[in-house]
């Protein structure tokens, strides 16, 4: 449909800012982000990381703030995400940041991959 969409995991969107920073190279990732449509950043929370990626992290989704849209997704809920970023005064505004005027969508159902491997399992019996 002609959107441009951005898709990483919370990870390795991180060392991929850590990379551009230590090569200099910020500014253009920060001009080539903000023109994708969507960005999605998945799987926050399954790994903690440092200071430095915790506020590169902030000031990259920040930016498209009230601009462009942004997923994110977690297995956290928001009162654990201080175990991510280790800091609750950017916890609390990588939270208030996304969250103001969004849709946030609660899924709290049991894992479609674990179905289907029980499901795969009974097939095969």
């Given at each position: 449909?002609?959107?441009?969409?951005?898709?990483?995991?919370?990870?390795?969107?991180?060392?991929?800012?850590?990379?551009?920073?230590?090569?200099?190279?910020?500014?253009?990732?920060?001009?080539?982000?903000?023109?994708?449509?969507?960005?999605?950043?998945?799987?926050?929370?399954?790994?903690?990381?440092?200071?430095?990626?915790?506020?590169?992290?902030?000031?990259?989704?920040?930016?498209?703030?009230?601009?462009?849209?942004?997923?994110?997704?977690?297995?956290?809920?928001?009162?654990?995400?201080?175990?991510?970023?280790?800091?609750?005064?950017?916890?609390?505004?990588?939270?208030?940041?996304?969250?103001?005027?969004s849709y946030v969508i609660n899924m709290n159902d049991n894992s479609y991959r674990l179905k289907e491997t029980k499901d795969w399992i009974q097939k095969q019996d």
């Amino acid at each position: 449909m002609g959107y441009k969409v951005y898709f990483s995991t919370v990870p390795l969107l991180i060392n991929e800012l850590k990379e551009c920073r230590s090569e200099k190279r910020l500014r253009s990732f920060e001009k080539k982000f903000e023109k994708y449509d969507l960005v999605i950043a998945d799987e926050l929370g399954y790994i903690s990381f440092d200071k430095e990626g915790s506020e590169l992290l902030f000031t990259y989704l920040s930016l498209r703030a009230k601009r462009k849209s942004t997923m994110i997704t977690s297995n956290l809920s928001f009162d654990r995400w201080s175990e991510v970023f280790k800091n609750p005064v950017l916890t609390a505004a990588m939270i208030d940041r996304p969250t103001h005027n969004s849709y946030v969508i609660n899924m709290n159902d049991n894992s479609y991959r674990l179905k289907e491997t029980k499901d795969w399992i009974q097939k095969q019996d």
